[in-house]
């Protein structure tokens, strides 16, 4: 299974969608954005949100999250 695959059939399943930092940790892909890129020349309709955190160092941060739109 290829890549962008693998972050179809995971969004398909998880509607809280998926960060960059998911795509690594859960389906060892790092270049996530390029699988979105991928999904989208495809046809897919996927939303992206900018949320905001707190890194490991205490640091504010912002990452995207990307999820599929029905």
Do not use: C
Request: aromatic letters at 10%.
């Amino acid at each position: 299974m290829k890549q962008h695959e693998k972050v179809l059939e995971y969004l398909m399943t998880h509607k809280e969608g998926m960060t960059s930092k998911d795509a690594f940790e859960k389906l060892g892909i790092i270049q996530m954005p390029e699988r979105i890129w991928i999904l989208k020349r495809l046809g897919y309709k996927i939303n992206t949100k900018t949320e905001s955190g707190v890194n490991r160092f205490g640091e504010r941060v912002r990452y995207t999250r990307y999820t599929l739109e029905e």
